[in-house]
């Protein structure tokens, strides 16, 4: 599955969980960095709108479905794609790290929810190591001074893999710039993922998950913040589902 943004196109690969896992575990244990973006209907809107934000897209080497939306176009398109939601990747990915001896960087949004977060992918995955916990500042560029910081902490930590839960564009930009700089190390973008895991942030329950329903929780939980996002999401999707159909030809 492929969009076509401006003069670019942003590829979905690997197709799905199992080959995602296969292409991580690989890298990490050769020691080959990668960039890995979860690409849903929020980040299709700010691609459109902000030329740094898909100029860093560009830079992934992997990027998956993690919207039930980007799975439903790949089917319209006759090039089905699984959904590979970036929450749901922090385990999985932290086991493989574990396995392959590779020590782990989390950055995200507060010292205290990196703390639980790591507590909490410690007692998940036996033998995990965590190298540092970047809490960035209110405000934080990744573009600029901020970002260079970040980066010279992740190299100092020694960690194999980072994983990035600072929200989009922030956690996009940074990887890509962290990705040239620290071409050994993987950079995993996932979203509220290690505040799930902190319990910061409800997650909606599995039956809703399941359903497809999981942004309908979000709305409900944060109306003010969720539905003005939806509502954008809302009005691309009619040119995204011609687009789609377009490419069974």
Known sequence: ????????????APRDTPRLLSVLSERLRARRGFALATL???HLVKLRRDPAFLAAYMQHNLVVADGNPVVWLSRIAGRPVGLVPGADMVVPIARLAAEAGVSVALVGSTEDALRAAGEG????????VIAARVAPPMGFDPAGQQGAEVIAALRASG????????GAPRQEILAAR????????????????????????SRAPLWMRRLALEWLWRALTSPRRMLPR???CAAI?????????????
């Open 230 to 232: 939806y509502a954008r």
């Open 121 to 128: 992918l410690c007692a998940r995955v036996p033998g995990l």
């Open 40 to 42: 849903n209907l929020d």
């Open 237 to 249: 999707l009619p040119g995204l589902i011609i687009a789609a159909w377009r490419l069974r030809g």
């Open 178 to 201: 962290a990705h040239t700089a620290l071409p050994q190390m993987g950079f995993a973008s996932i979203g509220a993922g290690l505040d799930f895991i902190a319990g910061v942030q």
């Open 1 to 12: 599955m492929k969009f076509h943004i401006q003069d670019q196109v942003i590829r979905v």
């Open 159 to 166: 960690a194999g893999l980072c994983l990035l839960a600072l």
